[in-house]
């Protein structure tokens, strides 16, 4: 228990509080809409601190600060040139 307490964060305890409040919206007015829309947003939540991508964590929201394929690398022949007429 106490292992699964030290690895939640701020932004993981954002995301579960917001969840939880559409999923408790979606119960209470039989409602499944919010229910799924707050199960989802926890899903997401706890996938997001697992991987530490998403906004809030390094500030790359959404964008992973390492590349997954290396950049590719144009060359002179490569370029378009715009004459003119």
């Known amino acids: 228990m106490e292992r699964i307490l030290q690895r939640i964060d701020v932004v993981l ?5 917001a969840g939880v409040l559409f999923v408790w919206t979606g ?15 926890i899903g997401v939540g ?4 697992i ?3 998403g906004c ?16 590719r690398r144009t060359n002179i022949a490569d370029e378009v040139e715009f004459t003119e007429l």
């Open 13 to 17: 305890v954002i995301r579960l509080i």
């Open 27 to 41: 119960w209470e007015f039989k409602d499944w809409t919010p229910a799924i829309f707050g199960f989802a947003w």
């Open 46 to 49: 706890i996938y997001a601190s």
């Open 51 to 53: 991987t530490q991508t």
């Open 56 to 71: 809030g964590y390094n500030g790359s929201c959404g964008v992973p600060m390492t590349p997954r394929r290396p950049s």
